[in-house]
């Protein structure tokens, strides 16, 4: 099924969307893989899986946030409307379990190995940049959950819709690609604090 | 959605996240020492009043997509209770207890409810005519 979009500008003539999935079903599988083997790691309480999952998860979470927000941003941003709505209909349904996926590992991780090594108890010598940390991954959470996830699954329901508006679509993505370069800014800071840790 | 004044729902949704953010942090950068609980259900309270003066001021809205905006909203609260439900597991395991567990779990049933309510509003408020009505939000 595809659907025609009004283009508010005249000179682009009206173009069809893509069918795709609000939430890829197959992507959900290896969602599910990806947290099974968190939680294993988790419970087995080793070091190795618990750096490897706290390291790997959050340079993915950091490099697509950085990408996004630096790279890819831009690059949509100069695209034709029918370009940029079908690079949307293939990136977005991804970015809904990519990113949940990556910080939760991360983060989930990451508390387990400060508890193994005892570095978020505040006797720790590193517990003032552990808390900056906190501080940090907070006010990053507080914008992901509250504008990026939201425009998010928003724009993928207006892309669904049998007349969705441009205008919509553009207010939603801008909103989404500037939540990710603050984001990805903020990971340069997370990434300071966590060398400075993992260095002593 | 008309072009009815909608509340600020996602700024204040974000400052009801950033309440609870700040309480949690308060709590796990003293571990493992017990600390003054007051600071923490102080800005657990102030959370709560805005998550219930968020959903008052949004239900007082006309012409709202409510049928959208539960249709998103109910999904995400599954998500969000499954995750919110790890986390608990993951306190009771590491022995968390008493009053602290209690802040604990009720910030975490402020943040299940919260962040699928901010989903549900951002996409019912584009639902039927496709245009955005005002929530004086900023335009990106």
Redesign the interface.
Known sequence: MSAPVETEAPEHPPFTIPDFEVVPRKGLVIAAVGMILLIAGIASNKLWPLEFFHVAGGAAWTIIDLFLGLVLGPIMGSMSPPARVEFTTKLMPKMVLIMPTVVTISLAAGWQLSTKLGTNLSASPMHGWIVASFIIVGVMAIIALGLLEPANIAVLFELKKPRPNPAVIERLMKRFIYSAGILGVMQVATLVIMTKIASG | MSQAKLPPF?QI??AS??LI??G??YL??????HVPLTPAIVLLAASALLLAGNLTALARVQDFAWG?FFD?ARW?LLAYVI?AG?IEY?FLR?HVSGGVLVVLTLSLVVFAVH?PV??G???AR?HES???AEDGAP??
């Open positions: 996602t949704g974000m996240l950033a953010v700040a949690g942090i796990s950068a003293h571990l493992p020492h959208r998103i995400a995750i790890m993951a590491d962040v901010l989903i509003f951002t996409v584009f496709g245009t955005p335009a990106v």
